[in-house]
């Protein structure tokens, strides 16, 4: 496996020709489209048909039920887990089915690869948003709390599923000891069922730090009360920010550095985002919002505008900008190169495995990329 960085006149014959590989194989790997046009600075994967993996790892995956089937199936070859998203509740613990449509024919296809499913919960309110009062609400009140976790358990017995994964957000800080009691619980009845449980991270960096994000979650006591984390190590770059790298490595690091103050390595999955933005300029606080866009879209952007794919050395991550009817924008995204520095990442630190947000587009070099680091648990 080698990465090729498109340089200015190269075509994707004189790529394989000088790299002696297939052409035809760089054009799969990579998805590229008739007349299989190239950037100048969008980096390739080049299957060598050799792997470099030396241990394996478990490898999580989101997703909504209205994936399209024929991305799941081609995802779930490469997953360990696939958290499936996601259950919600009411204030009194009732458990409610994902608003999106219905989970079971996901459950069926993962267990047809050999991949768990995972139920994933999340404090949705009725707007669609996480909602900290719903959260209050069952944590401090053990009858609403034993109902949530009895519906959870009898849930997961009716439909198959494998495990469960608590993703609550902006929880108050007056509640972290009342959610880190929750969650023990929910582990523990799963452990003695036959389940695991894993718990959704915001990326701390310190256990002062302040924020709605940050002070209700003690990285320590739930890394001790689940079988594993995922660190969400991602959307530094967001819908409503300013343009920038959604995951920047030196930003990632120092989140998985103060993790493993916290957390034994062999707990900690590392968030990985499957996306990219694409921000109007001039950034306006309050006012700009950026399209989402996938990584392959990305690419075809930048070729359809003429621009040039840069690559930040800071951040270890691409973007361009370009200008369209007048307006100027700037794209930021991830490619091989900026993968592999996240693999590189949980190597040099021992980490449990990686979990993407989320798997809705397909994007191939990643996966191919993946197996030639690591060999995936099944």
């Known amino acids: 496996m080698e990465i090729y960085v498109v340089q200015p006149g190269d075509t994707i014959d004189s790529i394989a020709l000088a790299l002696g590989v297939s052409a035809e194989q760089l054009i799969y790997d990579n998805q590229l489209i008739y007349p299989y046009e190239l950037a100048v600075g969008q980096a390739l994967f080049v299957d060598r048909n050799t792997r470099n993996a030396t241990r394996a790892i478990s490898v999580s995956g989101y997703a909504y039920p209205f994936?399209?089937?024929?991305?799941?199936?081609?995802?779930?070859?490469?997953?360990?887990?696939?958290?499936?998203?996601?259950?919600?509740?009411?204030?009194?613990?009732?458990?409610?089915?994902?608003?999106?449509?219905?989970?079971?024919?996901?459950?069926?296809?993962?267990?047809?690869?050999?991949?768990?499913?995972?139920l994933t919960l999340t404090p949705f309110g009725p707007d669609g948003n996480f909602n900290n009062r719903l959260i209050h609400s069952v944590v401090n009140n053990e009858a609403y709390k034993n109902n949530l976790i009895q519906n959870l358990l009898n849930t997961m017995d009716?439909?198959?599923?494998?495990?469960?994964?608590?993703?609550?957000?902006?929880i108050l800080a007056s509640d972290r000891d009342a959610f880190t009691a929750f969650v023990w619980e929910v582990a523990e009845t799963m452990r003695a069922?036959?389940?695991?449980?894993?718990?959704?991270l915001a990326p701390k960096t310190s256990s002062e730090q302040t924020g709605l994000l940050y002070e209700g979650k003690d990285y320590r006591a739930l890394g001790e009360a689940a079988d594993h984390?995922?660190?969400?190590?991602?959307?530094?770059?967001?819908?409503?920010?300013?343009?920038?790298?959604?995951?920047?490595?030196?930003?990632?690091?120092?989140?998985v550095e103060y993790a493993l103050t916290q957390i034994p390595s062999e707990k900690i999955n590392l968030g990985i985002p499957n996306y990219g933005y694409d921000?109007?300029?001039?950034?306006?606080?309050?006012?700009?919002?950026?399209?989402?866009?996938?990584?392959?879209?990305?690419?075809?952007?930048a070729i359809a505008q003429g621009a040039v794919i840069q690559f930040d050395e800071l951040s270890q991550s691409p973007f361009f900008t370009y200008i369209s009817e007048g307006t100027?924008?700037?794209?930021?995204?991830?490619?091989?190169?900026?993968?592999?520095?996240?693999?590189?990442l949980i190597k040099e630190y021992s980490l449990r495995g990686c979990g993407y947000w989320q798997i809705m587009q397909w994007f191939r070099a990643n996966w191919l990329l993946l197996r030639n680091n690591f060999y995936i648990l099944k």
């Open 193 to 200: 069922n036959g389940y695991h449980t894993s718990v959704a």
């Open 67 to 118: 994936i399209s089937p024929w991305v799941l199936e081609q995802t779930l070859p490469f997953l360990s887990e696939l958290p499936i998203f996601s259950y919600g509740f009411t204030a009194e613990g009732e458990l409610l089915p994902p608003a999106y449509g219905d989970d079971t024919w996901m459950i069926a296809e993962a267990m047809r690869f050999g991949t768990q499913p995972v």
């Open 158 to 170: 009716e439909k198959g599923y494998e495990g469960v994964d608590i993703d609550f957000e902006y």
């Open 279 to 301: 921000w109007p300029l001039p950034y306006v606080r309050g006012v700009t919002k950026a399209t989402t866009i996938n990584n392959v879209q990305a690419v075809r952007i």
């Open 328 to 344: 100027e924008h700037e794209v930021w995204f991830e490619d091989v190169r900026s993968l592999q520095e996240k693999f590189n």
């Open 229 to 255: 984390v995922l660190l969400m190590t991602y959307e530094w770059g967001y819908t409503y920010g300013p343009p920038m790298a959604v995951a920047p490595i030196h930003q990632v690091r120092r989140v």
